[in-house]
């Protein structure tokens, strides 16, 4: 909503600041205490669990960031992600004018795209990319990059990602799924612990990129700084949390040189105090119930 | 649709402001294009918004216009305008607050600034020529009909060609003493509706149909009031025209009701940097740095169009 009309705006003792981002994607009539506080897991195949590699931290950070994509999709701050939480079916995805239902969209839409626009108003089931995320053969590997590819470029006009990006990226999607996952939600904390999981991931493997590639460095920055952007609009009352998200945001700006110690001290004061302010943020239900239902 | 009679006595207009302002009504209040729809290119939420709400001080204008209290409507436009003085909507309104008081000298001139800002608003332009009937300057009445001329002398074919020749039509009836049949502008929809109509016209866009992006983000503007989210459109489908004042003036009201929309920031950056105004267009840049705490896509694509200047 608009700056003038926010209706988070309340008292003095409250934070002003707009809804989470999330909310933007869903129906008016949506429970949005159960689309803050609960999310489908994120399910790698067993190759990649345990120590994750770099390549696949960066795959997640491009397939979260907003910035991967262009056109109306970025602008609204959509990512793959917006429609496939952590690589499942977004099951209350929903924009008015793309979504007949929530959980479909139509991505033939000249909304996002004047090139695979067409007239028709055909919204499809979002799949989860857990299931068919595995191509074996070689053809169905390149069947599946074009595929991704024409998606980012054609679909929601992003610029061509750099070959690092894009192979990290379809590693990332190929990496979803496994026998043993099963079909289980984050609920409450561990939806905050998850988020703290993925911004301290992909800080190491910032710090493990070569400075020379600063197409790569650049995009991860911006990823990261769109990852803490959507913690602090879940922590509407907790000024200090806040501040510090905010603060490490800047140290991440373009061309900012800080030493990446700095850096990870600076997380880990922020990691400690959210984990304490949870009961005080929009991943606890107690709280979002309170504050959405006052 | 709606159809009204105008006839050469400001009582005839009064009776006709509560038909045309009853249409705008059965609009609901603030479209949610940002949370919902099209998205607009975001606003902020920032501290720097101004005293009033324009959008929501817009309808509670058109409701005290239905419901004939025109002191009161009076005072909720002033309230837009003391926001977004360009936008050519409220002007007009404005007007017919005062036309409702009897005022017909006070109509005139805001009618006349929203001809000036929207030279496409038909209805502000037969308002005009009925005001100056009103004060009995007939030679003014007369001067808006040939300002008419002129623009359409300019226009073959421009966007607004059709809203012109309504407007002279209009006058030319006014000036002759017949009555005259106007159709409003002002169609009912629901919010769902109207959400769905900018989702389209942001689709219009998207396809390079600027002109009829602008026809169908007017009419949303006419009824919902200066929304940044609209402006922002209207100005960035002036712009791809080359209309680059109409443009800039559409950003500057966009900002002037959320200085802090990203989207607006962004295209007026762009705007600068397609007229050659580098150091303005940094400054937009260095704006939208300020704004977007944790980055933010327009700064990004501003900073590209900046870099791509460069030497």
Same mark, same amino acid.
């Given at each position: 909503?608009?700056?003038? *009309?926010?209706?988070?705006?309340?008292?003095?003792?409250?934070?002003?600041?707009?809804?989470?981002?999330?909310?933007?994607?869903?129906?008016?009539?949506?429970?949005?205490?159960?689309?803050?506080?609960?999310?489908?897991?994120?399910?790698?195949?067993?190759?990649?669990?345990?120590?994750?590699?770099?390549?696949?931290?960066?795959?997640? +950070?491009?397939?979260?960031?907003?910035?991967?994509?262009?056109?109306?999709?970025?602008?609204?701050?959509?990512?793959?992600? +917006?429609?496939?939480?952590?690589?499942?079916?977004?099951?209350?995805?929903?924009?008015?004018?793309?979504?007949?239902?929530?959980?479909?969209?139509?991505? *033939?839409?000249?909304?996002?795209?004047?090139?695979?626009?067409?007239?028709?108003?055909?919204?499809?089931?979002?799949?989860?990319?857990?299931?068919?995320?595995?191509?074996?053969?070689?053809?169905?590997?390149?069947?599946?990059?074009?595929?991704?590819?024409?998606?980012?470029?054609?679909?929601?006009?992003?610029? +061509?990602?750099?070959?690092?990006?894009?192979?990290?990226?379809?590693?990332?999607?190929?990496?979803?799924?496994?026998?043993?996952?099963?079909?289980?939600?984050?609920?409450?904390?561990?939806?905050?612990?998850?988020?703290?999981?993925?911004?301290?991931?992909?800080?190491?493997?910032?710090?493990?990129?070569?400075?020379?590639?600063?197409? *790569?460095?650049? !995009?991860?920055?911006?990823?990261?700084?769109?990852?803490?952007?959507?913690?602090?609009?879940?922590?509407?009352?907790?000024?200090?949390?806040?501040?510090?998200?905010?603060?490490?945001?800047?140290?991440?700006?373009?061309?900012?040189?800080?030493?990446?110690?700095?850096?990870?001290?600076?997380?880990?004061?922020?990691?400690?105090?959210?984990?304490?302010?949870?009961?005080?943020?929009?991943?606890?239900?107690? !709280?979002?119930?309170?504050?959405?239902?006052? | 649709?709606?159809?009204?009679?105008?006839?050469?006595?400001?009582?005839?207009?009064?009776?006709?402001?509560?038909?045309?302002?009853?249409?705008?009504?059965?609009?609901?209040?603030?479209?949610?294009?940002?949370?919902?729809?099209?998205?607009?290119?975001?606003?902020?939420?920032?501290?720097?918004?101004?005293?009033?709400?324009?959008?929501?001080?817009?309808?509670?204008g058109i409701n005290h216009l239905d419901a004939k209290e025109y002191k009161k409507a009076k005072r909720a436009f002033s309230r837009v305008l003391s926001v977004a003085r360009k936008d050519a909507n409220t002007n007009y309104l404005m007007g017919m607050s005062y036309t409702g008081m009897e005022n017909p000298k006070k109509a005139a001139r805001y009618y006349k600034s929203a001809v000036k800002y929207n030279s496409n608003l038909s209805a502000a332009h037969i308002a005009l020529a009925q005001s100056y009937l009103d004060q009995g300057r007939a030679d003014k009445a007369q001067k808006v009909l040939s300002d008419l001329e002129n623009l359409l002398a300019k226009c073959a074919g421009c966007t607004g060609q059709a809203a012109l020749e309504k407007a002279k039509t209009g006058v030319s009836a006014l000036l002759s003493g017949?009555?005259?049949?106007?159709?409003? /502008?002002?169609?009912?929809?629901?919010?769902?509706?109207?959400?769905?109509?900018?989702?389209? /016209?942001? /689709?219009?866009?998207?396809?390079?149909?600027?002109?009829?992006?602008?026809?169908?983000?007017?009419?949303?503007?006419?009824?919902?009031?200066?929304?940044?989210?609209?402006?922002?459109?209207?100005?960035?489908?002036?712009?791809?025209?080359?209309?680059?004042?109409?443009?800039?003036?559409?950003?500057?009201? &966009?900002?002037?009701?959320?200085?802090?929309?990203?989207?607006?920031?962004?295209?007026?950056?762009?705007?600068?940097?397609?007229?050659?105004?580098?150091?303005?267009?940094?400054?937009?840049?260095?704006?939208?740095?300020?704004?977007?705490?944790?980055?933010?896509?327009?700064?990004?694509?501003?900073?590209?169009?900046? &870099?791509?200047?460069?030497?």
């Amino acid at each position: 909503m608009l700056a003038c *009309t926010d209706p988070l705006t309340r008292n003095n003792e409250q934070v002003r600041t707009r809804p989470p981002e999330i909310l933007k994607w869903v129906r008016p009539d949506a429970d949005i205490i159960e689309v803050l506080t609960s999310e489908p897991t994120e399910c790698l195949s067993n190759s990649v669990q345990g120590e994750q590699s770099q390549n696949i931290i960066l795959g997640r +950070a491009a397939f979260r960031s907003p910035y991967l994509l262009g056109g109306q999709a970025a602008r609204q701050g959509l990512s793959c992600n +917006a429609c496939h939480t952590n690589g499942r079916r977004n099951e209350h995805f929903y924009i008015e004018g793309l979504s007949n239902n929530p959980g479909t969209a139509d991505v *033939t839409n000249f909304h996002f795209s004047a090139v695979l626009g067409d007239e028709k108003f055909n919204p499809k089931s979002i799949p989860s990319l857990v299931k068919s995320a595995k191509p074996k053969t070689a053809e169905t590997k390149l069947a599946q990059e074009k595929f991704i590819l024409r998606l980012v470029e054609k679909e929601f006009e992003g610029a +061509a990602p750099s070959q690092i990006v894009k192979d990290a990226l379809i590693n990332y999607v190929r990496s979803l799924g496994g026998k043993t996952c099963l079909q289980t939600q984050f609920v409450g904390k561990d939806v905050l612990d998850f988020r703290i999981k993925i911004i301290s991931q992909e800080l190491t493997a910032l710090h493990t990129l070569s400075p020379e590639d600063t197409q *790569t460095v650049g !995009f991860l920055r911006l990823a990261i700084r769109a990852e803490l952007g959507r913690l602090y609009h879940r922590f509407p009352v907790s000024e200090n949390v806040n501040a510090k998200l905010v603060q490490l945001s800047g140290m991440l700006k373009p061309k900012f040189s800080v030493d990446s110690g700095v850096i990870n001290a600076e997380w880990r004061e922020i990691r400690t105090q959210m984990v304490k302010e949870y009961d005080r943020s929009l991943f606890s239900k107690s !709280f979002a119930t309170k504050w959405y239902k006052n | 649709m709606i159809q009204f009679i105008t006839k050469r006595r400001s009582s005839a207009i009064k009776s006709c402001l509560s038909i045309g302002v009853f249409a705008i009504l059965s609009l609901s209040a603030v479209p949610t294009f940002a949370s919902g729809g099209g998205g607009g290119g975001g606003s902020s939420g920032g501290d720097s918004a101004p005293q009033y709400d324009p959008v929501k001080e817009y309808q509670n204008g058109i409701n005290h216009l239905d419901a004939k209290e025109y002191k009161k409507a009076k005072r909720a436009f002033s309230r837009v305008l003391s926001v977004a003085r360009k936008d050519a909507n409220t002007n007009y309104l404005m007007g017919m607050s005062y036309t409702g008081m009897e005022n017909p000298k006070k109509a005139a001139r805001y009618y006349k600034s929203a001809v000036k800002y929207n030279s496409n608003l038909s209805a502000a332009h037969i308002a005009l020529a009925q005001s100056y009937l009103d004060q009995g300057r007939a030679d003014k009445a007369q001067k808006v009909l040939s300002d008419l001329e002129n623009l359409l002398a300019k226009c073959a074919g421009c966007t607004g060609q059709a809203a012109l020749e309504k407007a002279k039509t209009g006058v030319s009836a006014l000036l002759s003493g017949s009555s005259i049949v106007q159709e409003s /502008s002002y169609i009912t929809h629901n919010q769902s509706h109207i959400d769905l109509a900018y989702f389209e /016209s942001v /689709s219009l866009i998207n396809q390079a149909r600027y002109d009829e992006a602008i026809v169908q983000l007017g009419a949303i503007a006419t009824a919902n009031g200066p929304h940044p989210d609209i402006m922002n459109y209207l100005g960035y489908a002036h712009r791809k025209l080359g209309q680059y004042s109409q443009a800039e003036a559409y950003y500057n009201i &966009a900002l002037a009701v959320d200085p802090d929309h990203k989207g607006a920031n962004e295209y007026l950056g762009e705007l600068y940097v397609e007229t050659g105004q580098l150091e303005k267009a940094k400054t937009q840049l260095a704006r939208l740095e300020t704004i977007c705490t944790f980055g933010c896509v327009e700064e990004n694509e501003l900073r590209g169009w900046i &870099a791509d200047l460069a030497p």
